[in-house]
């Protein structure tokens, strides 16, 4: 069998599920997606396969059902990740908000936004850091790092620190917001200002992994998508609590594609535990900004992989990104569930973020890009009004203070009495 075989057929909604290897006692391990190489997963530090250099995924003996999970937060789904609680900040149970205004507008039968902006540290990346920080832990490391356009480094600055370890984050100079700089800075983190883009920091943070002197913390790590398929968990139990049926799109933003390929494993593992019948699989819809869309030029010639973009650019930082490591993941995954990928404007995606705000949805650019996405996609005939979706929304707007004041208002000058202000209110010169 070819790799690339290999490769489909193991990451197929309909693949028949894993049976556990020698190396998994306790009923976890690792396996390659590429070669299907396994590995046990705590007794050495590994992030891809020691045969093909391929990217791992966390494999399950016993598969859980929506009946095995209770609590709060993202260890509710404790039956489903490689270990139990270890350092949390009470991370999950992001809200899925109702938009009657632009759920109208666009003209779906549903929508409703993910926001994952409400997490601690606010974003997504919470959700992973609480697992992978627990597994570094288990792993007696003592130094994390992580590439990052800033919310990863948030989010590793808090864990880390929460659970005592020294933090090292690398960021591209002068292209990350100024409020997940202090969240990195106020948590403890040592920032190192690299003169490249994110992929030069990922290039580095690997290297810096593979000499033993940092554990690397980004969404490479394949315990960290353990804890973001958490997002998918949340957002079917939400539609199923309020609609009594699952959504049919789940609408999300591309930078590294750690998302898109954490939902997917997420409804494979359903799918493989007959919780979930492959036709109610949401079709995954990736969106990137036109400035920074390597997936998208993937899904749109067919390829098996992505073209590194060296120069990228986009005022959505967070998804800045022209070589998104877990392509190899999340294009099955968009392909198998039937979705898509498509690019927006900058201009599109304040638009969206205004759209949001309106609503009372506070979002950095990044996230408004599933919004932007969603309504490019309505216009061309792609997303019919029978759908039910869920646009994820992946950090809070005070991530990027600056971006958010050019998208709205300016502040308008007035006299201190009343008098002026109700001059500047009713219009009167």
């Given at each position: ?43 050495t ?7 093909c ?6 494999r399950y ?93 948030a ?37 190192l ?6 992929d ?53 933003p591309?930078?590294n594609?750690g ?43 067919g ?21 998104p ?13 039937g ?55 992946t ?7 600056d ?27």
């Open positions: 069998m070819s790799t690339e075989d290999s490769h489909t057929r193991s990451l197929s909604l309909t693949a028949e599920p894993a049976s556990p290897p020698d190396v998994a006692a306790d009923g976890t391990w690792l396996a390659c997606i590429a070669c299907g190489e396994t590995f046990a997963p705590f007794e530090i590994r992030y891809t396969c020691d045969s250099d391929g990217l791992l995924e966390v003996a016993d598969l859980p059902t929506f009946d095995d999970f209770s609590g709060r937060g993202v260890w509710r789904y404790a039956e489903a990740l490689p270990l139990d609680v270890d350092v949390t900040i009470q991370e999950g149970d992001t809200p899925l908000y109702r938009v009657p205004r632009l759920e109208a507008d666009l003209g779906v039968e549903s929508l409703r936004i993910k926001h994952e902006g409400m997490n601690p540290t606010g974003s997504f990346k919470d959700r992973g850091m609480t697992v992978g920080v627990a597994v570094a832990a288990e792993l007696g490391v003592d130094r994390l790092a992580c590439a990052s356009t800033g919310n990863t480094s989010a590793l600055a808090a864990y880390g620190s929460r659970g005592g370890m020294e933090t090292l984050v690398l960021l591209p100079a002068g292209k990350v917001a100024a409020g997940k700089i202090a969240q990195a800075s106020l948590h403890g983190a040592r920032i200002e690299v003169d490249g883009n994110f030069h920091c990922l290039d580095i943070v690997q290297e810096l992994a593979t000499r033993g002197e940092a554990y690397l913390l980004n969404s490479l790590n394949p315990f960290r998508l353990e804890g973001q398929k958490t997002i998918g968990l949340e957002i079917l139990e939400g539609f199923r609590d309020d609609y009594g049926a699952w959504p049919d799109r789940i609408v999300l591309v930078g594609a998302n898109t390929s954490a939902l997917y494993k997420a409804f494979r593992e359903l799918v493989q535990a007959g919780e979930l019948e492959p036709e109610d699989v949401p079709k995954l819809t990736g969106v990137q900004a036109e400035g920074a869309a390597p997936m998208v030029e993937a899904i749109e010639k390829a098996d992989a992505v073209r590194r973009w060296d120069e990228v650019e986009t005022r959505a930082t967070a998804i800045r990104i022209g070589n490591v877990n392509a190899p993941k999340a294009l099955p995954g968009i392909r198998e569930t979705g898509t990928a498509i690019s927006v404007s900058d201009e599109q995606i304040t638009a969206a973020q205004r759209d949001l705000a309106e609503e009372g949805i506070g979002v950095e650019p990044a996230s408004a890009a599933s919004v932007a996405g969603l309504r490019a996609l309505r216009e061309r005939g792609v997303v019919d009004d029978a759908e039910r979706v869920a646009c994820l929304t950090g809070h707007l005070l991530k990027d203070p971006a958010a004041a050019a998208a709205g208002r300016e502040p308008e000058p007035v006299p201190a009495d009343t008098e002026g202000v109700l001059t500047v209110l009713t219009g009167d010169k």
